[in-house]
């Protein structure tokens, strides 16, 4: 689905070749600085490579319309932003974004529960944790039903039992659907159970790439 060929970004990236396959739930693992939020951001061309081709679906990105890319290929930064308002404004306002029509309510906190966010739709977004930002960006994503999820650090303002909880859950609302969800994590526990591509990052290459059958 995705394929790079001698991709260089600055002094923080080169890849000779990498290619990571529709279907599959790959995670990508690597010490903090090996280069894997920078990979991601160009698959979603959010950043231009300096040299090199990424094409999605064969069609290189930067040829393919950046509205259209990220309704198919649809990323959650580390970060994610959060408007004002309540719970529900921000799913409605992903689901506007993106072109999507209204979704009923008992979706919107059906889509909550999947991401472990137990807050109700019409609670104030501004007072939520770094963590719960983050689980409401991953819902937004989760209505959206893109072809790519892009996941970065997904879990990484929460206790293990919930991110557990949290990718279980999107493991099991994704696969077998014919979705790809690619997913940064920084728990090599993670990776082991629920990658069946894993692509491990140093010093901005590509250090090995190992297929897992679950």
């Given at each position: ?6 991709v260089t970004y600055g002094n923080i990236l080169e890849i000779q070749e990498l290619y990571i396959p529709p279907g599959k739930v790959t995670c ?187």
């Amino acid at each position: 689905m995705f394929l790079l060929k001698n991709v260089t970004y600055g002094n923080i990236l080169e890849i000779q070749e990498l290619y990571i396959p529709p279907g599959k739930v790959t995670c990508i693992t690597g010490e903090s600085g090996s280069g894997k939020s920078t990979l991601v951001k160009l698959l979603n061309n959010i950043i231009s490579a300096d040299r090199g081709t990424i094409t999605y679906q064969g069609t290189p990105v930067e040829q393919t319309d950046p509205v259209e890319l990220r309704r198919k290929v649809v990323m959650v930064p580390q970060t994610p932003p959060v408007f004002g308002g309540t719970v529900k404004d921000n799913l409605v306002a992903g689901l506007e974004f993106s072109g999507h029509p209204p979704a009923e309510d008992s979706l919107l906190t059906e889509v909550l529960k999947t991401v472990c966010l137990e807050k109700k739709l019409d609670e104030s977004a501004d007072q939520l944790s770094g963590g719960e930002k983050q689980r409401l960006a991953l819902g937004v994503a989760l209505l959206l039903e893109p072809e790519v999820y892009i996941l970065d650090e997904p879990t990484s303002g929460l206790d293990e039992t919930t991110e557990r909880k949290v990718i279980e859950n999107i493991y099991r609302n994704i696969s077998g659907r014919g979705k790809m969800l690619l997913m940064i994590t920084h728990s090599k526990a993670v990776a082991e159970e629920y990658g069946e591509i894993v692509v491990e990052m140093a010093d901005g290459k590509v250090a090995g790439v190992k297929e897992q059958h679950r």
